[in-house]
């Protein structure tokens, strides 16, 4: 299983970018997904998570200006980011809880992506 991370960039104070998160892998059902960053000098902070069954919490760094979502069919999550500030600049990570498929067993497996760089500048 992989999770792929795109869509980061540099963009202006106030602009918008929106992470894509894709999972792949055979026999896979993604249960959880969360979105992380972390800015230099600082730990790894959950910015945005969506269960398999749709409930959403956000930090509240980010409450009303992101919005994460998913797409079931395509094992596809999302994070959309408006009203973008300089401290929202850091790697930004997704994470998934991944339910693998086999032989009639499911087993849960948590994986990372491998984190786009978002750039804000004033």
């Known amino acids: 299983v992989q999770l792929q991370a795109s869509g980061g960039g540099l963009v202006q104070a106030g602009g918008s970018l929106r992470l894509s998160c894709a999972a792949s892998g055979s026999s896979i059902t993604v249960n959880n997904m969360g979105w992380y960053r972390q800015a230099p000098g600082k730990q790894r902070e959950l910015i945005a998570l969506?269960?398999?069954?749709?409930?959403?919490n956000y930090a509240d760094s980010v409450k009303g200006r992101f919005t994460i979502s998913r797409d079931n069919a395509k094992n596809t999550g999302y994070l959309q980011m408006n009203s973008l500030k300089p401290e929202d600049t850091a790697v930004y990570y997704c994470?998934?809880?991944?339910?693998?498929?086999?032989?009639?067993?499911?087993?849960?497996?948590?994986?990372w992506g491998q984190g786009t760089q978002v750039t804000v500048s004033s």
């Open positions: 994470n998934a809880d991944v339910w693998i498929n086999y032989n009639s067993r499911a087993n849960l497996n948590n994986y």
């Open positions: 969506i269960t398999a069954r749709g409930t959403i």
